[in-house]
């Protein structure tokens, strides 16, 4: 069964031809995730509707590390509640690991794992004790809870630690263990939203390398929601969400490419002056903007360019304290389709 948008939804939206997903033409094996169309709205005090997730349409490789990139509040966990059959879609429709999430709710939430942003892990129990509630609750048979919980405990590098407290356990420790807990019953595909808040740098790419070793070992679908720019660079491919839309998706070096220009900052002892020099110096169409950072442009081949403007700058009088040209970021991605940057906060219209 498939639900049919109501007139007053939001239409379909498609993402830009240049972050187009190459796989929409490619042949592949059948999606871990699917979706078309698909919409959550909430209504709001004054009756009018609140459009979390609008229009999406997403299909996931199997066995692919996928991330779901956006800044808080743009429709990720909502995305992740409908695509686990924890929410009701409003509309549209999505297949997740064979099973279609609203006629068949009770087989997607079987053939995935969730890990949840919050750690759910009992503090007074161990490790091993942890997992064991879950395997049963998962309705796994005794004979295959020991075996399981082993193998799991293994596969996240606490088999040493199996019998202390999770308490005791350091972040990482933690985290790594409550994936472990969601691979007890073999899912076919598993969700991490937001699995590395809260961590240090070093937990934090300690989970990488553990989820890497994970799909590598097990084949495993992941599906990521992060803010962290950075993390969707251990991705196989991302999409951008803004506002419950879709912004852009490829592989990160694609969605990079749609921009193509370097940055160039300068920061000098008169930056209005300095941004008057650089504007005589770039093509009409290129723009120079003044912010926190500094004088700034987008240029092809940006490390050709520091040369010729620091020297117009000495002509002018003007002193170069730094100059940095940078290749496009994630976050540029961002601001290219959104106009914010991500680290702003979701529907605002905070500057880079």
Known sequence: ???????????????????????????????????????????????????????????????????FLGPNGAGKSTTIAMLCALARPTSGRAVVAGADVVTEPERVRRRVGLLFQHSALDPDLTAEQNLRVHARLYGLRRADVRRRTAEVLDLAGLADRRRSPVRTLSGGMRRRLEIARQLLHEPGVLFLDEPTTGLDPHARAQIWEHLRALRDRQGSTLFVTTHYLEEAEHCDRLAIIDRGRLVARGTPSEVKAAIGDDRVVLRTSDDAAARRVALLLVPPERTVHVDADGVWLRVPDGSAWIPRLCAALEVHGVAVHAASATPPTLDDVFFHHTGRSMAGPAGTGGGR
Do not use: N
Request: net charge negative.
């Open 1 to 67: 069964m498939q639900l049919h948008a109501r007139d007053h939804e939001p239409a379909r939206t498609g993402v830009p031809d240049a972050a187009a997903d190459p796989s929409d033409h490619a042949e592949t094996a059948p999606a871990a995730i699917s979706t078309r169309g698909l919409v959550k709205s909430y209504p709001g005090p004054d009756g009018s509707l609140t459009h979390a997730v609008r229009g999406l349409d997403l299909d996931v490789r199997r066995g692919e590390t996928f991330a």
